[in-house]
C-alpha cells in the first residue's frame, strides 16, 4: 500500500475505492 502523506489525498483514494467496489458489487461497470 502507497504511503499518502496529504490527508486529502487519503480520502480522495479511500472514496475512490468505495466507488470502485460498489460498482464491483452493483455488477455495473
Known sequence: MMVI???DEMLEY???RKYV??????GKF
Open 5 to 7: 502523506s496529504d490527508s
Open 14 to 16: 479511500i472514496a475512490n
Open 21 to 26: 467496489e460498489d460498482r464491483r458489487i452493483t
